[in-house]
């Protein structure tokens, strides 16, 4: 958390506003602030710090569940994690937050805060993303994975649905919630085997991943704690922190099993497990 539609949302926000939010494209940084080295992947603090001043931001996109803000030199890349989160303010209202761990100063007068409670975000600045954003699987929502290369990708893979399903480098962008929410539309259990999919069942796997993250797109993602502020889609969960409450299709109480470590919430009558 935040997962794709989390960080889509904030990235269009950036991009174009909406949220509430004040957007950056074009703006030209000034200056900038860093409260916490660790926040930092790359390169030193004073080469980030040196590098940024005077960098116009040409776009605000979105890579799994990396934020992508091209410069007209360089890449920043941005990945929230557990707990991170980014808002713009204009300068002579802007307080620099307890958890604020880096400020970009923009010539405008407003200023891009990541704000981190847990510390666990990360921030790179690079020339070319790709060595980053490389090994990253394919966006589920990019029409060029079709359900015949799913099928394949799935059938290659000899691993339970849930943890591949969350792994990056499969596929870029779910996380807990959306994954537990698509495979009890798509009748699956969490430890199905991937490689026991039919074409027909993976097809439709696919089909219900985009029509989940579309709707938590469409819903400004969900927010179910105080990491990430404005989205709806909480309100239409199906399994996801739903355990002991009724499933929507048959009125099992939802489960709760642990998957690699993971919470994996799902119907037992909806999604049994077969072979």
């Known amino acids: 958390m935040p997962e794709l ?32 080295p660790r926040t930092l992947a790359e390169p030193g603090k004073n080469t980030f710090l040196k590098r940024l001043l005077g960098q116009r931001v040409e776009e605000v996109s979105r890579r799994g569940k990396f934020i992508v803000i091209r410069m007209d030199k360089d890449y920043l890349l941005i990945h929230l994690r557990m707990s991170g989160d980014l808002r713009v303010e204009v300068e002579a209202e802007a307080q620099l937050q307890p958890h604020d761990r880096l ?24 020339s070319d993303p790709q060595r980053i954003l490389g090994g ?17 990708r799935l059938a290659s893979r000899k691993r339970q649905l849930k943890p591949l399903l969350l792994d990056q480098t499969f596929m870029a962008g779910l996380g807990n919630i959306y994954t537990d929410e698509a495979l009890h539309i798509a009748g699956l259990h969490p430890l199905r085997r991937s490689d026991l999919l039919s074409s027909d069942k993976a097809s439709k796997l696919l089909g219900v991943i985009r029509e989940v993250l579309l709707e938590g797109i469409r819903n400004n993602g969900a ?27 048959c009125g099992t109480p939802i489960q709760r099993i642990l998957v690699g470590q993971r919470s994996s919430h799902f119907c037992p009558v909806c999604q049994e497990l077969t072979d």
């Open 103 to 126: 400020a970009i100063h923009f010539t405008d007068g407003y200023r891009l805060f990541f704000n981190d409670t847990r510390k666990f975000g990360r921030v790179w600045l690079v």
């Open 5 to 36: 539609p989390e960080v889509e949302t904030i990235a269009r926000s950036l991009q174009s506003g909406g949220r509430g939010q004040v957007p950056i494209s074009g703006k030209v940084i000034s200056s900038a602030k860093l409260t916490w």
């Open 136 to 152: 990253l699987g394919p966006e589920p929502l990019d029409g060029a994975l079709t359900a015949e290369d799913f099928h394949i």
């Open 223 to 249: 927010s179910i704690d105080w990491v990430y502020r404005g989205g709806d889609f909480q309100n239409h969960f199906r399994v996801y922190q739903r355990t002991g409450k009724p499933c929507p299709a």
